[in-house]
């Protein structure tokens, strides 16, 4: 029977379009559950438990303990931009994908912005309240042109592009700060790129802020940037609370600092009655609605209920903040690698010196000169299975499981392979011992072509006896007689010495796993210097 997905949609008072619960509700395989109502802790880690998704927008928090108590959870789906509400780094310990819906809501927001800009010139709001006030005063309200203005864009992303569009549109001169931003792209959008973040905003008539909240960007615009501003400069704010430190901007607003400011976003949501920025002159607030429009709703509600469901369903992922992508054609074409990764991974721990601290991963041929992020995480992830537990380690934590353990992972590529169309080689190595198994695919079938280093070929099945040996006469009847005599039978064989007389390197595909006894008995066989049972 097909497995069944527990899907919580979880909100705030925030609903997720009508059309993207459909979507998921059409699928006999998936078990809907809505709950706008999660505005507690305690509400949303009891809603959590069983689930194996949970989608949210901005309301719902998803915090640590939310994973503590969701143990089936696999994938949060956050219908937005922002993933502020989740505790991403605990989601990618915990092996969760967290996915969003980057694109889906940015002319909404940028639109909002612009609004925003737009009212706080004209003082729009205020001089509505006066009409419906019963008044009719055409002399408080005398704005300003934003025609032939400096905009300062903060963070040239997806908004901040389209709210420069739009603001050359209407003739303003527009300087981008974005650390992040070439100079090609400036020079597409048209726009002047100013490298140092003090140099650009004290030419600002206007400043719009459109990057995420991190550690870097937190209080970007302070009281001691708010001070160098021109008396005149207006901030908008449609990204998020805590970028601009709310304080200091009520005091700057109230002693007239600058001229104004229009926010959606708040660092504290929702501000409490007596926050002192509510009581703060020439301010136009709105309550977060950047993305509130049916167009962005019906994007980011339907576009994340697709990638749900297919990641879900087929594995796919798309637009993870905490992985890689893989869409379908990916995972189709590197599918195979990623399963002879694990296995690799898998296998080479087996024979792992003991206590190794570093992972080598060596890509040659056609392999190497793609994308191998992915096969390198489920090499390690094969790798970390015997140390902490099959069920504990994944794609997404892997790296994570890795660094805690002190365990260091390299990765090397040669874009030609002298054998091999593709090889991947997985060493293991404490410092003075290494361990090492390469495979590689014919036609469409695995095999293991090296292990430590030594040419061998067989198919990676079943259980595999590796046996180095001195490479002298009577060395295969000595260890054959002994499985024999226990039972064990030998169905494939592959042999390698280094020279003659030297060592030798078998690898024998067994149909029974040999006892510890029959181990302890081979490894005590003269001339035997080593032998590892490993399981496929
Ligand atoms: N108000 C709303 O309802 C609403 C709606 C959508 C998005 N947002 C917020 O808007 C922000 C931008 O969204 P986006 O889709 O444009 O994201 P984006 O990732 O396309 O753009 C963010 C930009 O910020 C830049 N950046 C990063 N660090 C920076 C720094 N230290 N200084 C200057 N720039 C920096 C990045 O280089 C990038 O170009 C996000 O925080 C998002 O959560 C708010
Ligand atoms: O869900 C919302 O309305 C807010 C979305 C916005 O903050 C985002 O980051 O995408």
Known sequence: MAQKFKILIAGNNDPISSKGIELLQAESSFDVVVNMNLKEEAAMIEASRDVHAIIVRSGAKVTAKVFD???NLKVIGRAGVGVDNIDVPVASKRGVVVMNTPGGNTISTAEQAFTLMM????KTPQAHATIVSGKWDRKSFQGTEVYGKTLVVLGMGRIGAEFAKRAKAFGMSVVAYDPYLSKNRADSLGVTLCEDLDAAIVQADYITMHMPLTPETKHMINAKRLASLKKSCRIINCARGGLI????????????TISGAAL???ETEPPPADYPLLKAPNTVFTPHLGASTEEAQENVGIEIAEVIKAH???????????MPNVDPKVLNEIGPFLKFGELLGRLVSQ???ARSNVVSINYSGKVGSGDTTLISRAVLKGFLERAVGAEQVNYINANGVAE???LRFTESRLPEANLFTDLIEVQASNGSETASIAGTFFAGEPRIVKVNERHIETRPEGTLLLIENQDRPGMIAAYSSILGKNQVNIADMSLSRNKEGGTALTLLTLDSCPSPEVLAELEKVPGIVRVHCVTV
Do not use: E, K, M
Not at 119 to 122: E, F, P
Not at 245 to 256: E, P, R, S, V, W
Not at 312 to 322: E, F, I, Q, R, S
């Open 69 to 71: 108590a969701a143990t």
């Open 119 to 122: 009212a706080l010139s004209r």
């Open 245 to 256: 430190d709310d304080a200091a901007l009520a005091q700057a607003l109230t002693d007239g």
């Open 264 to 266: 959606d976003v708040f």
């Open 312 to 322: 879900l369903l087929l594995g796919t992922v798309v637009n993870a903040v905490n």
């Open 351 to 353: 024979i792992a010196p």
């Open 404 to 406: 805690n353990l002190g």
